[in-house]
């Protein structure tokens, strides 16, 4: 088969920086391959995507050396603009790249710049509506559209101009589980009906690993590799739960999707005992720090949260979920006191409405939002100093919350991941007893994940509490003391993670889909076998 | 309604606006350009700000005037002068709630095309910038720092700024991905100009005429000083201003 895409000896260094972002990349990619990019943050995955279609160096200045080519032209001779023809590009926020308000507009904004004729355009734009599935959205603002839809359309704006490669940066990060499969069956349908070549960066691979058919594996300071996906993930490793499960236990092959486990696991037999209690090490809940009862909110125009009850106790750690627009940022607005509910109240341990910022402390989605300091170990003594307290227990601070070697770093220049556990720390230090955390998803890798609820079962464990608001199955699975499931603004679920996710498919983790219910970390499972 | 109709109208409405003081025009002006902004708002959003920015007009401008030596004359002149600058919002109110960016963007001549690009995205991304501002502040609140002052300003300006820049090499590349400035460009959705979008811009320019010659010529009552003198030829003028409102047959 012809080659979509190849790099050849490709090396790239950002300006001013020291080390390579990347280096040695040699790999060619077939014609209608779906293939994944793996890799912790700040391993160069974004770079290599961006290479792809010449915004690395175009763009962004640097050193660059070796060749990319793709369907047949050199990214070096060609500028990004003309080889829109040749390959579609997705950012990582959608939200960011669109250019004109309407729908229907910004699918045709790529066609308008390469001068299609209007009668070629209004037929491709019909189609690529079709193809995605967005026909009915197509005379609505951008603005207003959910987390699933709007990255559908920015799929859609890259296809019109026909490319034959589709280059997407984590395409699913800030989707609920529904949303993010409708974003995978679409381009799954590009791949099988169209034969268009789909190369896709993503964290959590649990979602993306049994539809694609290759990986191309970074790793920081080593030249990425191409190979299956279970010969890549194997080298990086990292994997789905299962796989996790399967290298602990020692299965050949290693499984990467729950029906391959299922079947490995048929040999043996049923686990023993009914699935021990998960978060072990954590003190049994203790007093409230937060109640809310009867609340009602309004945001906008409509009703989001419609009688609320919740009621947080030290030494908790809990996993708030529920799709885009549930309500779950509102609810944690309305807990650490920003929005003021409509009817219902919420209390802190005084008895008295929360005050912001010292009942309960709230990281935002954005941790940049934050970071204003050169230094981390700042970042922290200004929240400190803030609250009349020693600026210079920063360190210790940071030493606590297991990230003291980024003190002296400066916030920009560490991964994503670690920027927002210094977000975290930032917020920890104003020492109120409840934290919650709104949707944390950027540069959220296994690495980042297992230091975040290192830090956030420290914090609990220290006698405060924690809510999370996260699509994050897995890490719910693992982190959570208690589920609370929101839909339309009604708790519809509350309890234990072992109960509230086994009762959907969709919020179910690959333990529960393998083992049955109860069964929630490979960790836990490998223990009950005595692995 | 075309783009440069409405722009037509926005133009001359807020110059006759800006021209008179005489709540005799002032006051059917500032009716007609609440009542153009509302049948043809695709947002009411900007309509309703900009109607409270002009109530606050008028009566800080009032208000103001309460500090100097008062006199009956002293105050109506001033509350005239806020009339004025009310109606003009009102105006600007009426146009950025009918307008769309994005048609007005595609109307740009090709030489033009890289200018009416950055004022089309200035308009899309000020509302972004201005929503992270807004979760800055939230959250550097949250941390107990202070959010006023000058002494606040790396904590909220920092932010703002490094994500807003990110924010703009994001939306940089993605034009640049999509084609921007590959070649000659063509147009999805033309807008077509109609024989009554000829009417409203001939009309508009007749009206916005009519105020400017009555203030070369200092006639019609244009000023607070003529206050009670209406001219039948102005009131014409300010008829042909309501021209965005005619009832149009339908094809």
């Given at each position: 088969?012809?080659?979509?895409?190849?790099?050849?000896?490709?090396?790239?260094?950002?300006?001013?920086?020291?080390?390579?972002?990347?280096?040695?990349?040699?790999?060619?990619?077939?014609?209608?391959?779906?293939?994944?990019?793996?890799?912790?943050?700040?391993?160069?995955?974004s770079t290599?995507l961006r290479c792809c279609n010449g915004l690395v160096p175009h763009f962004t200045?640097?050193?660059?050396?070796?060749?990319?080519?793709?369907?047949?032209?050199?990214t070096?001779?060609?500028r990004p603009?003309?080889l829109?023809?040749?390959v579609?590009f997705?950012p990582?926020?959608?939200?960011?790249?669109?250019?004109?308000?309407?729908?229907?507009?910004?699918?045709?904004?790529?066609?308008?710049?390469?001068?299609?004729?209007?009668?070629?355009?209004?037929?491709?734009?019909?189609?690529?509506?079709?193809?995605?599935?967005?026909?009915?959205?197509?005379?609505?603002?951008?603005?207003?559209?959910?987390?699933?839809?709007?990255?559908?359309?920015?799929?859609?704006?890259?296809?019109?101009?026909?490319?034959?490669?589709?280059v997407?940066?984590?395409?699913?990060?800030?989707?609920?589980?529904?949303?993010?499969?409708?974003?995978?069956?679409?381009?799954?349908?590009?791949?099988?009906?169209?034969?268009?070549?789909?190369?896709?960066?993503?964290?959590?691979?649990?979602?993306?690993?049994?539809?694609?058919?290759?990986?191309?594996?970074?790793?920081?300071?080593?030249?990425?590799?191409?190979?299956?996906?279970?010969?890549?993930?194997?080298?990086?490793?990292?994997?789905?739960?299962?796989?996790?499960?399967?290298?602990?236990?020692?299965?050949?092959?290693?499984?990467?999707?729950?029906?391959?486990?299922?079947?490995?696991?048929?040999?043996?037999?049923?686990?023993?005992?009914?699935?021990?209690?998960?978060?072990?090490?954590?003190?049994?809940?203790?007093?409230?720090?937060?109640?809310?009862?009867?609340?009602?909110?309004?945001?906008?125009?409509?009703?989001?949260?419609?009688?609320?009850?919740?009621?947080?106790?030290?030494?908790?750690?809990?996993?708030?979920?529920?799709?885009?627009?549930?309500?779950?940022?509102?609810?944690?607005?309305?807990?650490?006191?920003?929005?003021?509910?409509?009817?219902?109240?919420?209390?802190?341990?005084?008895?008295?409405?929360?005050?912001?910022?010292?009942?309960?402390?709230?990281?935002?989605?954005?941790?940049?939002?934050?970071?204003?300091?050169?230094?981390?170990?700042?970042?922290?003594?200004?929240?400190?100093?803030?609250?009349?307290?020693?600026?210079?227990?920063?360190?210790?601070?940071?030493?606590?919350?297991?990230?003291?070697?980024?003190?002296?770093?400066?916030?920009?220049?560490?991964?994503?991941?670690?920027?927002?556990?210094?977000?975290?720390?930032?917020?920890?230090?104003?020492?109120?007893?409840?934290?919650?955390?709104?949707?944390?998803?950027?540069?959220?890798?296994?690495?980042?994940?297992?230091?975040?609820?290192?830090?956030?079962?420290?914090?609990?464990?220290?006698?405060?509490?924690?809510?999370?608001?996260?699509?994050?199955?897995?890490?719910?699975?693992?982190?959570?003391?208690?589920?609370?499931?929101?839909?339309?603004?009604?708790?519809?679920?509350?309890?234990?993670?072992?109960?509230?996710?086994?009762?959907?498919?969709?919020?179910?983790?690959?333990?529960?889909?393998?083992?049955?219910?109860?069964?929630?970390?490979?960790?836990?499972?490998?223990?009950?076998?005595?692995? | 309604?075309?783009?440069?109709?409405?722009?037509?109208?926005?133009?001359?409405?807020?110059?006759?606006?800006?021209?008179?003081?005489?709540?005799?025009?002032?006051?059917?002006?500032?009716?007609?350009?609440?009542?153009?902004?509302?049948?043809?708002?695709?947002?009411?959003?900007?309509?309703?700000?900009?109607?409270?920015?002009?109530?606050?007009?008028?009566?800080?401008?009032?208000?103001?005037?309460?500090?100097?030596?008062?006199?009956?004359?002293?105050?109506?002149?001033?509350?005239?002068?806020?009339?004025?600058?009310?109606?003009?919002?009102?105006?600007?109110?009426?146009?950025?709630?009918?307008?769309?960016?994005?048609?007005?963007?595609?109307?740009?001549?090709?030489?033009?095309?890289?200018?009416?690009?950055?004022?089309?995205?200035?308009?899309?991304?000020?509302?972004?910038?201005?929503?992270?501002?807004?979760?800055?502040?939230?959250?550097?609140?949250?941390?107990?720092?202070?959010?006023?002052?000058?002494?606040?300003?790396?904590?909220?300006?920092?932010?703002?700024?490094?994500?807003?820049?990110?924010?703009?090499v994001?939306?940089a590349e993605s034009?640049d991905a999509?084609?921007?400035?590959?070649?000659?460009?063509?147009?999805?959705?033309?807008?077509?100009?109609?024989?009554?979008?000829?009417?409203?811009?001939?009309?508009?320019?007749?009206?916005?005429?009519?105020?400017?010659?009555?203030?070369?010529?200092?006639?019609?009552?244009?000023?607070?000083?003529?206050?009670?003198?209406?001219?039948?030829?102005?009131?014409?003028?300010?008829?042909?201003?309501?021209?965005?409102?005619?009832?149009?047959?339908?094809?």
């Amino acid at each position: 088969m012809a080659e979509a895409l190849s790099f050849a000896g490709v090396g790239f260094s950002y300006p001013g920086a020291e080390d390579p972002a990347l280096r040695g990349a040699t790999f060619s990619l077939p014609e209608g391959a779906f293939a994944l990019v793996a890799g912790p943050t700040g391993a160069g995955k974004s770079t290599l995507l961006r290479c792809c279609n010449g915004l690395v160096p175009h763009f962004t200045g640097g050193r660059f050396e070796g060749r990319v080519r793709i369907g047949g032209r050199d990214t070096l001779e060609h500028r990004p603009r003309t080889l829109a023809t040749t390959v579609g590009f997705v950012p990582q926020d959608p939200g960011a790249s669109f250019v004109l308000d309407r729908v229907e507009d910004e699918l045709a904004y790529a066609m308008e710049n390469l001068g299609v004729p209007r009668g070629a355009m209004r037929r491709r734009v019909e189609e690529v509506l079709d193809l995605m599935r967005i026909e009915p959205l197509r005379d609505r603002s951008v603005r207003q559209l959910s987390g699933g839809e709007r990255q559908r359309v920015a799929i859609a704006a890259a296809l019109t101009a026909g490319p034959r490669v589709l280059v997407l940066d984590e395409p699913t990060s800030q989707l609920d589980p529904q949303g993010a499969e409708d974003v995978l069956a679409a381009l799954a349908r590009l791949v099988h009906e169209l034969g268009t070549t789909v190369l896709m960066a993503e964290h959590r691979l649990e979602r993306v690993v049994g539809t694609v058919d290759l990986a191309v594996g970074c790793k920081a300071g080593e030249p990425p590799r191409l190979g299956p996906p279970a010969e890549i993930l194997a080298w990086l490793g990292a994997g789905p739960p299962v796989a996790r499960l399967g290298r602990i236990l020692g299965w050949r092959p290693v499984p990467l999707t729950v029906r391959e486990a299922r079947r490995a696991a048929g040999s043996l037999g049923r686990l023993p005992g009914p699935p021990p209690r998960p978060a072990a090490g954590l003190p049994a809940p203790g007093e409230p720090l937060l109640r809310a009862q009867g609340l009602h909110a309004d945001h906008g125009r409509g009703s989001v949260l419609r009688g609320v009850d919740l009621e947080l106790r030290r030494g908790e750690v809990v996993a708030l979920m529920g799709r885009n627009g549930a309500g779950k940022t509102t609810l944690l607005r309305c807990l650490v006191g920003l929005h003021r509910p409509a009817a219902g109240r919420v209390a802190a341990a005084s008895g008295r409405a929360p005050e912001p910022g010292r009942d309960a402390a709230l990281c935002p989605q954005v941790p940049e939002h934050l970071l204003y300091r050169s230094r981390v170990v700042e970042e922290v003594a200004v929240t400190l100093r803030a609250r009349g307290r020693d600026g210079a227990e920063a360190q210790a601070l940071l030493e606590e919350l297991g990230i003291g070697p980024l003190a002296p770093r400066h916030p920009r220049e560490v991964s994503a991941g670690q920027r927002l556990l210094v977000a975290v720390a930032a917020v920890v230090a104003t020492g109120a007893p409840v934290l919650l955390l709104d949707e944390p998803t950027r540069g959220l890798d296994p690495e980042v994940k297992g230091r975040l609820s290192e830090l956030l079962r420290r914090f609990a464990a220290r006698g405060g509490a924690v809510i999370v608001a996260t699509h994050d199955v897995e890490l719910a699975a693992a982190l959570a003391t208690r589920v609370v499931l929101l839909a339309g603004g009604e708790v519809i679920a509350d309890g234990p993670p072992a109960e509230v996710l086994a009762d959907s498919p969709v919020f179910s983790p690959e333990m529960t889909r393998v083992f049955g219910p109860g069964w929630l970390t490979p960790e836990q499972v490998a223990r009950a076998l005595g692995a | 309604m075309h783009q440069v109709a409405l722009l037509s109208w926005a133009m001359a409405a807020g110059l006759a606006a800006a021209l008179t003081t005489n709540p005799f025009y002032l006051a059917p002006l500032g009716a007609a350009a609440l009542a153009v902004g509302s049948s043809l708002a695709r947002d009411r959003g900007p309509l309703r700000s900009f109607a409270l920015a002009a109530a606050l007009a008028v009566a800080l401008r009032t208000a103001l005037a309460l500090l100097g030596p008062v006199s009956r004359g002293s105050l109506a002149a001033a509350a005239l002068e806020g009339a004025r600058l009310a109606v003009v919002l009102l105006v600007v109110g009426a146009f950025n709630a009918a307008s769309d960016p994005g048609a007005l963007l595609r109307l740009a001549p090709g030489r033009w095309h890289e200018l009416a690009l950055a004022v089309s995205l200035a308009l899309s991304i000020a509302p972004r910038t201005a929503e992270a501002a807004a979760r800055v502040r939230e959250a550097q609140r949250l941390r107990g720092l202070p959010t006023s002052g000058w002494r606040a300003l790396p904590a909220l300006a920092v932010p703002v700024l490094e994500t807003g820049m990110e924010e703009a090499v994001t939306l940089a590349e993605s034009m640049d991905a999509r084609g921007h400035g590959s070649g000659p460009r063509t147009r999805y959705r033309p807008e077509p100009w109609g024989p009554r979008d000829a009417l409203v811009a001939l009309a508009c320019a007749a009206g916005g005429a009519g105020f400017l010659a009555a203030e070369l010529l200092g006639a019609g009552g244009i000023d607070a000083a003529g206050a009670g003198h209406v001219s039948l030829a102005l009131l014409g003028a300010l008829g042909l201003l309501t021209s965005p409102l005619w009832p149009w047959p339908r094809r």
